[in-house]
């Protein structure tokens, strides 16, 4: 069965702090891996990752997939409150994306 | 460019009740996915139509069902509703739903469903 696992399930820091937050996954016709940042209703799209080893930047947020050991990092660098969300991590299979639980991230002032 | 939309926003439904709930894409985007979202469980698959036709389905009861308009509108129906059937349920567009572009899906705010 199609699975994606997040970690850590939770996490709190101060502003400036740099975190790692970690996806794995078992997803049959791999295609790609997206990262969301989910912090009221609507996730909001990240990143879209589907080479191994390239890493993709945006401002403070970098993430990278290797596709043989089957797991993606997103980073935070000095971290802001307004980074405070749930950040999603799924996979695409055919037809439908497989969602981790998420990883809640609190970043205290 | 206007979002993904859904209607309604909230809704407190019974249960044994029914309840339909709509999702219209972004304009030219022919694929609508549903995702239910609890707490314990993050962001399942529903079902994912294009051009009107089911192309995938997650492992949920028949209960829950859907489809799709001409006009790429969708719409859910979730039947004998069930305490557990509460939950924030989340519809997203795309062009194809496969390898979309760089921005993968685009997802609307919301259905907060509460069934009491």
């Known amino acids: 069965e199609d699975k994606v696992v997040q970690s850590p399930l939770s996490l709190v820091v101060h502003e400036g702090d740099t975190v790692t937050l970690n996806c794995s996954y078992e997803v049959t016709n791999f295609r790609s891996l997206l990262w969301y940042k989910q912090e009221k209703k609507a996730p909001t799209f990240l990143f879209m990752l589907?080479?191994?080893?390239i890493e993709k930047k945006s401002g403070r947020l970098s993430s990278i997939l290797d596709k043989k050991e089957l797991f993606s990092i997103l980073n935070i660098t000095a971290t802001q409150t307004g980074d405070s969300a749930v950040y999603l991590c799924a996979v695409e299979g055919t037809y439908k994306y497989i969602f981790g639980t998420g990883t809640r991230l609190k970043v205290l002032a | 460019k206007a979002g993904v939309t859904q209607t309604p926003r909230y809704l407190i439904k019974t249960r044994g009740q029914q309840v339909t709930l709509s999702c219209s894409p972004i304009s030219g985007h022919r694929s609508v996915s549903w995702y239910q979202q609890t707490p314990g469980q993050g962001l399942q698959f529903l079902f994912e139509y294009f051009s009107e036709t089911q192309r995938n389905k997650g492992n949920f009861p028949g209960r829950f069902s859907g489809r799709q308009f001409s006009n790429s509108r969708s719409e859910m129906n979730v039947s004998t509703l069930e305490l557990g059937d509460s939950a924030l349920y989340l519809c997203?567009?795309?062009?194809?739903?496969?390898?979309?572009?760089?921005?993968?899906?685009?997802f609307g705010s919301g259905t907060r469903l509460t069934v009491v």
């Open positions: 997203a567009s795309s062009s194809s739903g496969q390898r979309t572009s760089n921005y993968g899906y685009t």
């Open positions: 589907t080479s191994s080893g």
